[in-house]
């Protein structure tokens, strides 16, 4: 059974920074292109970043360029996402996601096969 864990959400103040974990079981993820999502409360589900196997390239959205980026742990089978220089507008549910292709589109959150149960960050003074 696969079963990815998020996990470091919490609240923060603004300008602050935190780092999110996504364990898996069940697949390893190094296998695996890897997709960061987030949900506000009655908003869609949207992108954050995701990084391909290909290449090792991370694509970003606007809103989180040049504050957050993506790392991978292989040998505990976990990646990370760090988000420095958080603002209030980036309030969410975090979820991260694997998809088993070698490309990735944060933009299409439909691709993805295993989902992560979230981890809530909320930025607040």
């Known amino acids: 059974q696969v079963q990815l864990v998020e996990s470091g959400g919490g609240l923060v103040q603004p300008g602050g920074s935190l780092r999110l974990s996504c364990t898996a079981s069940?697949?390893?993820?190094?296998?695996?292109?890897i997709g960061w999502f987030r949900q506000a409360p009655g908003k869609e589900r949207v992108g954050v970043l995701c990084h391909a196997i290909s290449y090792g390239s991370t694509h970003y959205a606007e809103s989180v360029k040049g504050r957050f980026t993506m790392s991978r742990d292989n040998a505990n089978n976990t990646v990370y996402l760090q988000m420095n220089d958080l603002k209030p507008e980036d309030t969410a549910l975090y979820y991260c996601?694997?998809?088993?292709?070698?490309?990735?589109?944060?933009?299409?959150?439909?691709?993805?096969?295993?989902w992560g149960q979230g981890t809530q960050v909320t930025v607040s003074s």
């Open positions: 996601a694997a998809v088993g292709e070698p490309w990735c589109d944060y933009g299409d959150y439909s691709r993805y096969n295993y």
């Open positions: 069940g697949i390893t993820l190094n296998h695996y292109s």
